[in-house]
């Protein structure tokens, strides 16, 4: 069982920057491939970046890729994604996850534990 904690959210205008922090419970942070998702208002949880379980592999969305930098730091079970040039469009409540059960995690149903979401609000 892992719980995950997301902090670091808030509210920054267009082209600002803010950088998220997911803190991980348990020992076994280093088995688990972590992953940060968002959902808007009225849109599905989509994917936006993941990481590997050493930190040497990261993947992004398109929407995201050249801005957001995924990180992880397993002495801390921590996860990050730092988020710059943001746009109104990535406002959104933002999610960490964890995925032990998948060697290459995409979906949302690939992941084993979810944290409860923090608020980022881009205004222009």
């Known amino acids: 069982q892992v719980q995950l904690v997301e902090s670091g959210g808030g509210l920054v205008q267009a082209g600002g920057s803010l950088r998220l922090s997911c803190a991980a419970s348990?020992?076994?942070?280093?088995?688990?491939?972590m992953g940060w998702f968002r959902q808007a208002p009225g849109k599905e949880r989509e994917f936006v970046a993941r990481?590997?379980?050493?930190?040497?592999?990261?993947v992004y969305a398109d929407s995201v890729k050249g801005r957001f930098t995924i990180s992880r730091d397993n002495g801390k079970n921590t996860v990050y994604v730092q988020m710059n040039s943001l746009k109104p469009e990535d406002t959104a409540v933002y999610y960490c996850?964890?995925?032990?059960?998948?060697?290459?995690?995409?979906?949302?149903?690939?992941?084993?534990?979810w944290g409860q979401g923090t608020q980022v609000t881009v205004s222009s």
């Open positions: 348990g020992r076994t942070f280093s088995r688990y491939i």
């Open positions: 996850a964890a995925s032990f059960r998948h060697a290459d995690p995409g979906p949302p149903s690939e992941f084993d534990y």
């Open positions: 990481i590997s379980r050493s930190g040497g592999s990261t």
